[in-house]
């Protein structure tokens, strides 16, 4: 992926999106319906990471819930245990959407900010459903609106009434260290916090992310569009930088400036990952035109993997 601060391309305007309600109704018939089969109406690896709320181990009794099986244990023991989990405590997550230039980026019917609405929306809904408080950041130059954390459905309406705000028009490079700081000055009492971004920012903004891991679990989730690090040849393009509105001119057909850009699209991304896994959390990659649901599955099963 080329990062749209180094590489973005003009196109068409994205569609106009749906009304809070449509969205909703929509997320929760297309995704949710789907998502409940799927993760068998489970959603503590996705909400929390699989072993934050685990208690004991015992053997299975007839009427326990078969969701939480050890397999592990069961297959080393040939008897089978169950995982018994300490009660559930409400949650409050807050929801930190980037909304800058870049994320603008992508074909017109879903660019990166559509996607990136529709997975917070979703994640909104099942929070609020478990009867946890949910608030939303949403930022571009700086952060531009601040919703804090409530219960309900008509919490969830006006965090995507939020989302599916045109942003202010804006050419400033994003600078993520300065929000994560805000955020965590908002989020007083230990936090779920989902910062969902396409992390094209300012340097300097790691040891932001570390103090805020630190206190809070931290969720990063990478919105990417694949048309960023995969130009089409269409000869001499002029290409629009997403957070400056600066102007280059480049032969997308030049195979040195093709695998140039490949390289750094490479390299850009290790950079990304090491940083993340610094702050002690795994970095979550969503495509624009990938499938919500498993998106949101392989999100569970990796924060599960990552919280043994």
């Keep these: 992926m080329v990062p749209a601060t180094e590489l973005s391309a003009g196109g068409a305007a994205p569609a106009r999106p749906d009304t809070p309600e449509r969205l909703l109704r929509r997320l929760e018939w297309q995704v949710l319906r789907r998502l409940d089969g799927r993760l068998q109406g489970d959603y503590r690896t996705l909400l929390r990471g699989e072993g934050v709320d685990l208690r004991d181990l015992r053997e299975y009794e007839p009427g326990d819930d078969l969701r939480h099986l050890d397999w592990n244990v069961t297959a080393r023991t040939d008897v089978p245990h169950i995982r018994t989990y300490a009660e559930d405590r409400e949650l409050t997550a ?117 103090l805020l891991a630190r206190r809070h679990e931290v969720v990063a989730v990478q919105v990417v569009d694949a048309a960023e690090g995969d130009l089409p040849d269409a000869g001499l393009v002029a290409i629009e930088d997403a957070e400056t509105g600066q102007q280059v001119l480049v032969d997308t057909g030049d195979p040195v400036f093709r695998k140039r850009l490949r390289e750094l699209t490479i390299a850009r991304q290790q950079r990304l990952v090491e940083t993340v896994a610094r702050a002690g959390i795994p970095l979550h990659v969503v495509s624009t035109d990938e499938d919500l649901v498993a998106a949101l599955v392989r999100m569970a099963h990796l924060r599960g993997r990552w919280h043994r």
């Design 94 to 210: 807050w929801l930190v959407l980037d909304r800058s230039s870049s994320m603008g980026f992508g074909r017109a019917a879903r660019p990166k900010r559509r996607a990136a609405t529709d997975l917070l929306t979703t994640l909104a809904l099942v929070l609020a459903r478990g009867g946890n408080r949910v608030g939303a950041v949403l930022f571009g130059d700086g952060v531009e609106v601040t919703i804090p954390p409530r219960h309900g459905r008509a919490q969830v309406l006006a965090i995507a009434r939020a989302l599916l705000a045109d942003p202010p028009p804006s050419h400033v490079p994003t600078d993520l260290g300065p929000v994560l700081r805000a955020v965590a000055g908002m989020a007083r009492h230990r936090s779920l916090v989902f910062v969902v971004s396409d992390f094209v920012t300012r340097p300097g903004w790691e040891r932001s992310l570390t």
